[in-house]
């Protein structure tokens, strides 16, 4: 959406020029540490899965059920976020959010004590509403910390680190939960005592302790670090400046709504089952600890895919780059799903790389040109991450059908998401009211 004059100073005060001022670079460093632990703490359930599912005696319903909670929080959370930001502020809601996130961790500790499938789901519920709380929170900071023009530069920089807190999280769940567990070190397959599964309860205690104390320190930092102001350059439109639009007449953002939504079954549903999957005796044989290990290949990937997108979408229309991704994707799944062995492993691997510009890139194509109406559609695209909450799905059909075959579930997705690149992605053609630009 383009930017008035009076809008654009509202903005920021920073310099054409700079980009970031010297007096910001700071605050942008500490905003970058909350896309880092959000990042960090999301991932680290992919490790969690496999081993509450040996803990619990977890069908694959039951375990993807965990990740559902956690997703069905951005559903519910969102808008009372938004809410709260709008009684307390931004700066209080970040505290807020990192306090909400560590009252879940330290729930985390209670309910392995316990232990208790449905209170680690309360848990679970919690820390990601927390997330959310800072998801709305946080992104309109990262916008107004320097230029307009390099706002995206900068929340591109976040994104990165949000990259490097998946990567580096399952080694932490891999060495700390999985290392530390009977389960985590068993072959697949093993059966375990009541006193076994009992002490492996208990591994979780530390991670999360040692996550709690680090959501606290953060949230103390930032409740005394002198944080911008926002003002109210990230107040919505008035009604007045939107009631000759509809958002409906957008195809870009109609069909990207679903690709969101669809998208996010296929990335949570690799990466939960991603575990169980490799350490099948058919496909690499491993125990739960090597395959949350290999996990990091998957989200390396991921970060080397985005700064490669970046590169060739300055060259490449984003929509033929999101069409070849979607290919290879497609590709690689029927090869995890119909070969065995080392291949089906790393073909599984692979799809990280080919979904790693799919969120941005959607997210981009689906808010083109909706003018006065971005910031509703945004907010429907982020609603549409609940999708995730729907990996139960696949869930359902590894236990009907076997682990490898619900794998055609994520196949059938990166489908859509080739007919939205070819097709649903093209912006609709709409004419503008005098003095509302379209364009972004």
């Not at 654009?8 to 054409?16: E, F, G, I, R």
């Not at 976040?158 to 999985?178: D, E, H, K, R, W």
């Not at 509703?376 to 359902?396: N, Y």
């Not at 059908?401 to 649903?424: D, K, P």
């Amino acid at each position: 959406m383009a930017i008035t004059p009076t809008r654009q100073s509202a903005l920021t005060d920073a310099p054409p020029e700079g980009g970031v001022r010297p007096s910001y670079v700071s605050a942008l460093v500490l905003l970058g540490t909350l896309f880092f632990m959000w990042g960090f703490i999301t991932v680290i359930n992919n490790t969690l899965l496999p081993h509450l599912r040996s803990v619990f005696e977890l069908s694959y319903t039951q375990t993807t059920l965990i990740e559902s909670v956690w997703f069905i929080a951005y559903f519910f959370a969102s808008i009372p976020s938004a809410k709260l930001i709008e009684r307390i502020g931004y700066k209080k809601s970040l505290v807020v959010g990192l306090l909400i996130m560590a009252a879940g961790a330290v729930g985390m500790t209670v309910a392995a004590s316990i232990p208790s499938y449905g209170v680690t789901l309360v848990m679970l519920f919690v820390i990601a509403s927390g997330i959310t709380l800072l998801q709305v929170a946080a992104n309109p900071y990262v916008a107004v910390i320097g230029s307009p023009e390099t706002a995206s530069a900068r929340l591109n920089l976040v994104q990165a680190l949000n990259s490097a807190g998946t990567m580096l999280a399952p080694l932490f769940g891999a060495y700390l939960i999985l290392g530390r567990s009977t389960s985590g070190t068993a072959k697949s397959g093993a059966v375990f005592t009541q006193a076994e599964r009992l002490a492996d309860a208990q591994s979780v205690v530390l991670p999360y302790v040692l996550v709690a104390i680090v959501l606290v320190i953060l949230a103390v930092v930032i409740a005394r670090f002198p944080l911008p102001a926002m003002g109210t350059s990230t107040s919505r439109m008035a009604k007045a400046d939107r009631k000759n639009h509809s958002l409906w007449k957008h195809r870009n953002l109609v069909f990207g709504i679903p690709a969101i939504f669809i998208y996010l079954i296929a990335e949570i549903g690799v990466a939960n089952l991603f575990v169980n999957f490799v350490s099948q005796p058919q496909i690499a044989d491993l125990t739960h600890e090597q395959a949350g290990r290999y996990l990091t290949f998957l989200w390396g990937f991921m970060m080397i895919g985005r700064f490669a997108g970046s590169f060739i979408m300055q060259k490449i229309p984003a929509e033929t780059v999101l069409a070849a991704f979607s290919i290879g994707a497609f590709v690689v799944m029927l090869v995890t799903v119909f070969t065995t062995g080392p291949l089906a492993m790393w073909a599984l691997i692979l799809v990280g790389l080919f979904h790693s510009i799919m969120f941005p890139t959607i997210f981009t194509l689906g808010i083109k040109g909706l003018g006065p109406l971005t910031e509703e559609g945004s907010g429907l695209l982020i609603m549409a991450i609940a999708g995730g909450a729907l990996v139960v799905v696949q869930g359902q059909i590894a236990d009907a059908y076997g682990l490898q075959t619900s794998f055609l579930l994520t196949a059938a997705c990166e489908l859509y998401i080739l007919f939205y690149a070819l097709w649903g992605s093209k912006a609709t053609e709409i004419a503008a009211v005098p003095g509302q630009p379209l364009e972004e």
